[in-house]
């Protein structure tokens, strides 16, 4: 079974849409550890462990394949106990940095609840000294080495012992090189609390959480997993975002139109797998750049044409440049080397971690 079919898969799961569980679970019988390892890993890239294994389990005990229930049964135990694990000192961190007069945002992180991120996102308009004084005061903390990349984005990232999932905090601005300052103050201007299990935390407003998966899938990584689908049709559909706030937020740093093709591109992955999604207003549609044709499949993700990211850059660096954004323009014009640089430093070493 090729990656396209199974993102498709983990997309229906986790949409609870119909899904051809004959085929699914045919494959994961007869695949073997081997295969049910690679699903799983697929699963856990994308950031739906819970979200698909658990309809999957149901399906697996509802036609009486007790071997696929049973790994469902032993990889949903797992996960659950990682999550557990995270949010307990989540919420330990967050309330000891508040308590220190530090305003933390979690940010990206908990937008896949049930399932949680690779990292524990966060975002904190304090000094990065204070920052990691307290860190290292309270959580004996360690920084790990920062690349270019995290200067420039002024990103921090902390192991802490004890806990699997690393702790990585954005100070004051956001975007690869750091060049959005106003949209970022956003982000602890306008939180608000979420339940989250048996904890509450601070996380950014609906609109804020639209504009970070923007930025992080349209204008750094390039890629769209299933999860973002999924967050961000449940942020359309049950959160209610203001529009005229969110293109307000977005033209504060010039990404409006990645914004609208970032929702159109979800808005229809959606509607092919369900037959129905929420309905963006006709005139936003009119300003998105490309829809869910344009994306592909490479490797494990759902690809962005480089061509359109690169005519999203420019229209953000010119939108910059005409609000006399001097910080924004200059930080947006040390990507293109960078990526070069990022791209040298792969053909030379297979490695580019030393500039990302």
């Given at each position: 079974m090729n990656t396209d079919i199974q993102i498709n898969h983990l997309l229906r799961l986790s949409l609870n849409s119909p899904v051809d569980s004959d085929r699914l679970l045919s494959y994961l019988a007869k695949s073997g550890a081997e295969g049910r390892s690679s699903f799983l890993s697929l699963a856990n890239s994308h950031h739906v462990v819970l979200r698909a294994l658990q309809p999957l389990r149901e399906l697996a005990r509802?036609?009486?394949?007790?071997?696929?229930?049973?790994?469902?049964?032993?990889a949903l135990r797992k996960e659950r106990a990682t999550i557990a694990e995270s949010l307990?000192?989540?919420?330990?961190?967050?309330?000891?940095?508040?308590?220190?007069?530090?305003?933390?945002?979690?940010m990206k992180s908990l937008d896949h609840w049930p399932d949680i991120g690779n990292d524990l996102d966060l975002?904190?308009?304090?000094?990065?000294?204070?920052?990691?004084?307290?860190?290292?005061?309270?959580?004996?903390?360690?920084?790990?080495?920062?690349?270019?990349?995290?200067?420039?984005?002024?990103?921090?990232?902390?192991?802490?012992?004890n806990v699997r999932k690393s702790v990585e905090i954005h100070h004051g601005c956001l975007g690869q090189t750091g060049e959005h300052i106003a949209i970022a103050k956003r982000f602890s201007t306008r939180r608000v609390w979420q339940q989250v299990g048996d904890f509450k935390?601070?996380?950014?407003?609906?609109?804020?959480?639209?504009?970070?998966?923007?930025?992080?899938?349209?204008y750094r990584h390039l890629y769209i997993r299933?999860?973002?689908?999924?967050?961000?049709?449940?942020?359309?559909?049950?959160?209610?975002?203001?529009?005229?706030e969110l293109q307000r937020a977005a033209n504060l740093g010039g990404v409006w139109p990645g914004v609208v093709t970032y929702l159109r591109i979800v808005t229809e992955f959606v509607r092919?797998?369900?037959g129905s999604a929420y309905q963006l207003d006709p005139r936003l549609l009119a300003e998105s750049r490309f829809g869910m044709d344009e994306v592909f499949v490479r490797g494990i993700w759902l690809r962005v044409p480089a061509r359109r990211a690169a005519l999203l850059y420019a229209r953000q660096i010119c939108h910059m440049?005409?609000?006399?954004?001097?910080?924004?323009?200059?930080?947006?014009?040390?990507?293109?080397?960078?990526?070069?640089?990022?791209?040298?430093?792969?053909?030379?070493?297979?490695?580019?971690?030393?500039?990302?």
């Open positions: 509802a036609s009486g394949n007790s071997q696929v229930e049973g790994w469902c049964d032993e307990s000192f989540l919420n330990e961190f967050c309330s000891e940095l508040e308590n220190a007069g530090i305003h933390i945002t979690v975002y904190t308009p304090s000094d990065p000294q204070e920052v990691s004084r307290a860190m290292q005061r309270r959580f004996e903390a360690s920084l790990k080495g920062r690349t270019w990349g995290d200067r420039l984005a002024q990103k921090c990232n902390y192991g802490v012992r935390f601070m996380v950014p407003a609906p609109e804020e959480r639209i504009i970070a998966a923007t930025l992080q899938r349209m299933v999860c973002d689908i999924v967050n961000t049709h449940l942020i359309l559909e049950s959160a209610a975002p203001d529009f005229a092919r797998v369900r440049a005409s609000r006399r954004d001097l910080h924004g323009v200059v930080r947006l014009s040390l990507l293109p080397p960078l990526a070069s640089a990022a791209r040298l430093s792969y053909v030379l070493t297979g490695n580019h971690s030393g500039i990302w």
